[in-house]
């Protein structure tokens, strides 16, 4: 398994030219979702791969400033480039960033849906509720009915996919920015 350090992935978001709120968004994500690979270790025995977490989550949004120029789809073309680097299971999370390729496929929680989990979590750079992200997506992504409709049966597989991930803690959803400290992503 070929997976980028935390050095290779600020070197490869640097080349990108990701924009600098981006980066802060990417560096949130990635705050949030090795806390939950870390506590679903220690609370529940979950072992995740947190290195494949911690990459993927700084990487998720790796073609996003382009794709403001370019229209491409930044899940699909961030996949493609990851993938391309060697670092195909990374560029898997990444492809599913967005929106999953199956909701609750396994008992266990998986990599991509903890990144896609905080990511939903992750308004700019600050951490907030699922309403309140929601809010934000429908504002910015749901210019017609049918976008509103894509917007709210995502939300709903996420609000399950929530329920999942929360069963498996000590805490809820509401207490999570709490939890977090200060610190940004670390290598392990």
Same mark, same amino acid.
């Given at each position: 398994?070929?997976?980028?350090? *935390? ?9 990108? %030219? ?8 990417? =560096? ?17 025995? *979950?072992? *995740? ?11 998720? #949004? ?24 060697? &670092?195909? =299971? ?16 396994? =008992?266990? *929680? ?8 905080? #990511?939903?979590?992750?308004?700019? #750079? ?20 049918? #976008?509103?409709? %894509?917007? &709210? ?36």
């Amino acid at each position: 398994m070929n997976i980028p350090t *935390l050095k290779e992935c600020r070197k490869l978001m640097a080349n990108m %030219r990701m924009m600098k709120h981006i980066v802060s968004h990417s =560096e949130q994500v990635c705050r949030v979702a090795c806390h939950l690979a870390d506590e679903l270790a220690r609370h529940n025995g *979950l072992r *995740l791969n947190r290195v494949v977490v911690q990459a993927g989550a700084l990487l998720h #949004d790796i073609t996003k400033t382009r794709s403001f120029d370019t229209g491409e789809n930044h899940a699909q073309t961030g996949a493609l480039l990851v993938e391309e680097l060697g &670092f195909s =299971e990374v560029g898997t999370i990444i492809r599913q960033h967005v929106v999953l390729d199956d909701y609750l496929s396994s =008992e266990s *929680l998986t990599e991509a849906e903890i990144v896609n989990y905080s #990511d939903k979590r992750v308004l700019h #750079d600050r951490i907030v509720s699922l309403p309140v992200r929601m809010e934000y997506i429908l504002k910015r992504y749901g210019k017609t009915l049918c #976008d509103r409709q %894509r917007v &709210f049966h995502l939300w709903d597989k996420t609000r399950g996919l929530e329920a999942r991930l929360f069963s498996n803690l000590t805490y809820t959803p509401d207490e999570l920015p709490e939890r977090l400290n200060g610190s940004g992503p670390t290598e392990r």
